[in-house]
């Protein structure tokens, strides 16, 4: 695979990475009766950011990569959402939350950049080929 085209390589995949370790080490502290609920459904939102984004960098057209980044954009509000439940619901003290809330709207900043700068080039390419 062609290094300049490797996703491993995007700001969004590497920050997305870090979001998804900080999320899991979180999951640590939650009790054990929501190991197979409310974490269970936050480790596949917060995995489902970097693994779009992934997937979304593999696609030839800026119509699929547009696609694929809003799948990341909206697993990422997912995440943002469940966070806030658990704060509720006293598994975790909003006093853990705030580096991950930076980290969230760090990644969401990143994928909208991106988004935009797709549309654009979609604008672009159709223009183009009329």
């Given at each position: ?73 909206g697993s990422l ?54």
């Open positions: 695979m062609d290094k300049k085209y490797d996703y491993k390589q995007l700001d969004v995949y590497k920050e997305s990475k870090t979001l998804v370790m900080m999320v899991y080490r979180l999951l640590e502290q939650f009790p054990r009766e929501e190991q197979y609920a409310l974490c269970d459904q936050l480790r596949r939102a917060v995995i489902s950011v970097p693994s779009n984004i992934a997937e979304g960098s593999g696609r030839r057209s800026a119509k699929e990569q547009v696609h694929f980044l809003e799948i990341a954009y509000r997912e995440v943002d959402c469940q966070l806030d439940i658990a704060c509720d619901l006293g598994y975790i003290p909003i006093s853990k939350l705030e580096g991950i809330e930076e980290q969230i709207q760090k990644v969401g900043a990143i994928i909208s950049g991106l988004r935009n700068r797709h549309l654009t080039n979609s604008k672009i390419e159709n223009q183009q080929s009329k």
